[in-house]
């Protein structure tokens, strides 16, 4: 279950920063919103199921309410998901 968290908090961070580059730059300077369409959807099944398998293993990681709370603060952070992995992870 770990190494499942680990890939989706992985794609989640990627996502999350082509969604926030990428999308945001063709929604605004390009006036075409279909990419934040196109890679939202996406992101946010990543997003769900991030927030699921970590508290799903927050017992095996024995992870206090506080270390689930930065978890949980890494979807929402840009780069915060790559934190956690190195942080919590590893």
């Known amino acids: 279950m770990k190494l499942a968290f680990r890939i989706v908090g992985f794609l989640e ?4 920063l082509l969604l926030m580059s990428l999308g945001l730059y063709f929604k605004y300077v390009l006036n075409d919103p ?3 369409k ?3 959807m996406p992101h ?3 997003f769900m199921l991030y927030l699921i398998l970590a508290y ?7 992870w206090k309410f506080k270390d689930l709370a930065i978890v949980f603060l890494g979807s929402i952070i840009p ?3 790559f934190y956690v992995d190195q942080k919590y992870l590893r």
């Open 13 to 16: 961070g990627i996502s999350y």
């Open 34 to 36: 279909s990419y934040v």
């Open 38 to 40: 196109l890679l939202g």
């Open 44 to 46: 946010g099944l990543l």
């Open 56 to 62: 799903l293993i927050k017992d095996e990681m024995q």
């Open 79 to 81: 780069f915060g998901t």
